[in-house]
């Protein structure tokens, strides 16, 4: 027994403890065939079965041979032997096969005798027993069995190769399910540009940019393509193919386009870009319509992208796989950012209505779809504030050449078109031709202008029209659904009136207590917008305005109920308009009242006044357009108006006195006053009274009767009485000194009547100076200052004086139009500086004096009139004065002297002191009697 064989023996020990095992022979398991070589060549087989006997206890052979088998050949029976180590047949040890290599057990295995052979019968018997029992367990040692004798046959490097043959095979025969599984789950599309232009019937051309990667997490292969991505990089090679485009709610079988897909070679590993530039065709308009008006309105869109997929693994892996992938693309949501960055209306179209030119901003919200078509029109409609939702009118149709939507981007498209006429309005409503109607239409274009006139936007809507013959059906069809809401864009100029003036007012004052009548021209000018350029002519015109003072505060309100005739020129981008204001009530705020009587004092003492006007106006326009109208337009302007400056901007003047009546105490005048205003106001004032001053104090009062104060000169009648009483009687102070009143009358008239027109008469409102509400405290604060008028012909005409009788002879002219009586005359001539001599009469007390002269009226027509010569008045000269001397040399001849009179006169029956002064009385002398 060789050494291998035992310690296989031994190891087969080992491993089948507890159990017993038994060798038979090959008739009992044909199945298991070992082969040993004798030494004469020659080979006899031996075949065993190896039982197994779990039965704990039993007694069971372990080595049985058939007669045939136990007879040893003549090689065999030298190598058998017996010697002190031999065992009999009944011993414990157990001879077994070494099941884990499947070596052969020798037929010359010491221990073997004849025993065996006379145990054989038994041992079939109990074998037949066991058969059932280890029938598994010889099925089991079969294979083995094989792969012992497979590993014995072959040599390794034939093992090898067909071991990597038959995995090849088993790859090839996988790979394509388990690729196709990896693309259906691990496959990551991500589309990171896509350009869509050049769209026509047929379809459309499109760039694609995008990335491909693998999630190994989620490829349905425990993440062996990760695994192999990242040790081989495999080159993968997609072999020209044509894919379809489809919803992916639709049938497989139901595609919308296809587009044709060339070679495409890239490393796999990480991040692949994938760029593709090809046409889309499309084969189901609808479908694509759908798809469009989706990608167009939503913010997600999918789409199923299909067909099959030629892939090569190198050069000579080859695969057919079938893509069915969803991708989300970004949508454009609607493009709810759009609006008219700008827009003009040039002139009027000949189509009808006017030009329009316009700069569209349109933000593409989507980061991944761009889109550039062609030309394409557009519709620009306007809804109703009613019923926004249904009730809407197309008011215009603009035109782009080239409509070019980048991604993320803000992006200007430039329109032309133009704006309807009123009567190429259509209505897009679901509602009755009632709502169809040429006043709605007007309405709703005033409203829209008025709003852009005062630079306010208005909504719009804009869609793209599905008549234009220029863009594919299907793409109309997609566009449909698409309406932008816009913003038409108001004037960049918001003063859309420039200046407003009113001039030639004429303020008409009643006994009303709040208000007064105006009457007046309106002139403003409107300063157009600078995109509009188009003729426009205002028919008629009705403001609603508020006068309000230059601290802001309201005064008064025109109340103007109806439109009034309008006339208008337009120059340029300025339009002038006028409107005649004829007795339109102006009514004084409630709460005004203060601040209008102040407005009046403003207007009446300055010479410029800042006249608010603040409102809104409404017009009725013709334009190209229609006519409609306009407004209600809002103005907020400041008129510069000329005050009246005290009426002193030119002195008043005191242009004559009459004298009409007298009695004991005073004298009824008839004066001439002339105004003038500088302002363009006029007012009338109704009856007014006022009160004469000098020398501060009070000498009479006038009165007017309906005055009417126009701008420039105006003459003023008054009829006043002269009576210095009046001063301590508006006093009512019994300490009062009349006086002083008297002294400041007889100055004036002193002065009046010696031609010293410097001197000046205050007249003064006062408190009942008018009985018209709204002017008493404007009348209560009146003053003027008028000089006293130049006299036609002094009082004094001439002088002769005789120096032998030493006479005086006076000629006097009468300066007022009532007889003036002189009963008292104290007089002083002198030649410069030097006393001549002095003249001293009492006509009313002196019986030698002659009578009391008389000087008749003036009546200012004729030139003789009031012409009075004294008589021969008595005179003492002072011989020793140096003047006397000059008047001797003077004899016969004239000489200029001074001459100072106090004198008593009657003026009518009204009896003063007169002070005449005069300088340079030409005196003429004589030497006779």
């Known amino acids: 027994m060789n050494h291998q064989s035992d310690s296989t023996i031994g190891a087969s020990l080992q491993d089948s403890q507890p159990k017993r095992t038994a060798i038979h022979p090959a008739s009992s398991m044909s199945n298991v065939d070992h082969s040993r070589s004798g030494g004469d060549g020659n080979s006899s087989g031996t075949r065993y079965a190896v039982d197994t006997d779990d039965t704990e206890g039993e007694q069971t052979p372990l080595l049985t041979h058939t007669s045939e088998d136990t007879q040893p050949s003549a090689g065999n029976t030298s190598r058998l032997r017996s010697g002190p180590n031999h065992k009999s047949s009944n011993s414990n040890d157990h001879v077994g096969v070494d099941m884990s290599t499947g070596l052969d057990v020798p037929a010359d295995v010491s221990g073997i005798n004849d025993d065996t052979a006379a145990g054989e019968q038994g041992h079939r018997r109990e074998r037949g027993r066991q058969q059932g029992r280890g029938s598994l367990t010889g099925k089991l040692l079969s294979l083995k069995e094989r792969l012992q004798l497979w590993n014995k046959t072959y040599p390794r490097t034939i093992k090898i190769v067909g071991l990597l043959l038959t995995v090849c095979f088993l790859i090839l025969v996988i790979s394509p399910l388990v690729a196709q599984r990896v693309l259906d789950r691990a496959l990551v599309l991500e589309i990171q540009k896509t350009d869509i232009s050049e769209t026509d019937e047929t379809g459309f051309q499109v760039s694609i940019q995008s990335i491909i990667r693998l999630d190994a997490a989620n490829d349905g292969v425990f993440g062996l393509t990760g695994v192999i991505q990242k040790v081989f990089r495999p080159i993968m090679t997609i072999q020209p193919t044509i894919l379809s485009l489809s919803l992916p709610t639709t049938d497989e079988k139901l595609q919308m386009a296809q587009f044709q897909v060339e070679e495409q070679q890239m490393p796999l590993g ?472 008297i002294n400041a009358s007889r100055e004036f008239i002193s002065k009046y009547i010696s031609g010293d027109n410097s001197t000046t008469i205050d007249v003064l409102g006062y408190a009942g100076s008018t009985q018209i509400p709204l002017l008493k405290p404007m009348m209560s604060s009146f003053a003027i200052t008028s000089h006293l008028p130049q006299i036609d012909q002094d009082f004094l005409i001439s002088a002769t004086m005789y120096i032998f009788s030493s006479k005086l002879e006076l000629e006097l002219q009468n300066p007022l139009d009532t007889v003036i009586t002189i009963l008292y005359i104290n007089g002083t001539a002198s030649f410069k500086g030097e006393k001549l001599g002095h003249i001293l009469v009492d006509f009313e007390h002196d019986f030698t004096s002659p009578k009391p002269i008389l000087i008749p009226a003036n009546n200012h027509k004729e030139q003789d009139s009031g012409y009075c010569k004294t008589p021969k008045l008595p005179v003492v000269f002072d011989l020793l004065s140096v003047g006397y001397e000059a008047l001797r040399r003077a004899l016969g001849g004239s000489l200029e002297v001074d001459v100072v009179c106090h004198i008593k006169a009657k003026v009518g029956s009204m009896v003063m002191w007169v002070d005449f002064v005069k300088d340079g009385v030409q005196a003429e002398v004589r030497k006779g009697f």
């Open 270 to 741: 990480g991040i692949l870009r994938l760029d593709i530039s090809t046409h889309v065709l499309v084969t189901n308009a609808t479908l694509m319509a759908e798809f469009f008006q989706s990608a167009l309105q939503q913010s997600t869109v999918d789409l199923a992208v299909r067909g099959p997929v030629f892939t090569r693994l190198g050069s000579l892996w080859f695969m057919k796989l079938r893509l069915n992938l969803n991708v989300a693309l970004d949508g454009l949501k609607g493009i709810q950012d759009a609006t008219l960055a700008s827009m003009a209306l040039p002139g009027e179209d000949p189509g009808g209505g006017i030009a329009m030119s316009a700069v569209a901003r349109i933000d593409n919200p989507s980061k991944v779809v761009s889109l550039k078509m062609g030309p394409i029109s557009f519709g620009i409609f306007l809804p109703s504030k009613t019923d926004p939702d249904v009730d809407q009118y197309q008011i215009a149709e603009v035109k782009c050449t080239d409509l070019n939507l980048a991604a993320g981007q803000s992006n200007e498209i430039v329109l032309s078109g133009r704006l309807f006429h009123l009567d190429d309005w259509t209505q897009d409503s679901s509602k009755d031709a009632f709502f169809d109607s040429k006043s709605k239409k007007q309405l709703m274009l005033g409203e829209l202008l008025s709003r852009f006139i005062r630079g306010d936007d208005s909504d719009i809507r804009v869609r793209a029209l599905s008549s234009d013959p220029e863009v594919p059906s299907w793409l109309s069809e997609a566009f449909k659904g698409v309406v932008l809401e816009m913003a038409f864009p108001g004037s960049p100029t918001r003063d859309f009136i420039e200046s407003l003036d009113m001039k030639q007012l004429q303020f008409g004052f009643s006994d009303a207590k709040d208000s007064a009548l105006l009457n007046g021209h309106l002139a403003s000018v409107l300063q157009l917008p600078p995109n509009i350029t188009f003729p426009i002519r205002l028919l008629k015109m009705k403001p609603v305005a508020l006068l309000r003072s230059p601290g802001g505060l309201n005064i008064t309100s025109l109340e103007i109920l109806d439109f009034l005739p309008t006339r208008s020129r337009q120059l340029g981008g300025r339009l002038e308009v006028e409107v005649e204001l004829e007795d339109t009530r102006l009514v004084v705020a409630q709460d005004g009242l203060p601040e209008f009587y102040r407005f009046l004092n403003t207007s009446f003492t300055h010479e410029w006044i800042d006249l608010g006007i603040v409102g809104e106006a409404t017009a009725l326009v013709e334009c190209g357009l229609g006519t409609f109208e306009l407004g209600p337009i809002p103005f907020d302007v400041i008129s510069h108006q000329r005050g009246f400056g005290g009426l002193m901007t030119v002195p008043p003047v005191l242009e004559k006195l009459d004298v009409v009546d007298s009695t004991k105490h005073s004298l009824t005048v008839k004066a001439t006053l002339t105004l003038f205003n500088p302002s363009s106001i006029s007012a009338t004032l109704g009856d007014l009274s006022f009160l004469w001053s000098n020398l501060g104090y009070v000498i009479g009062m006038a009165s007017v009767s309906n005055v009417h104060l126009q701008p420039g000169n105006n003459t003023i009648e008054c009829i006043g009485m002269m009576d210095p009483s009046t001063d301590c009687a508006l006093k009512h102070d019994p300490l009062c000194n009349p006086e002083l009143a």
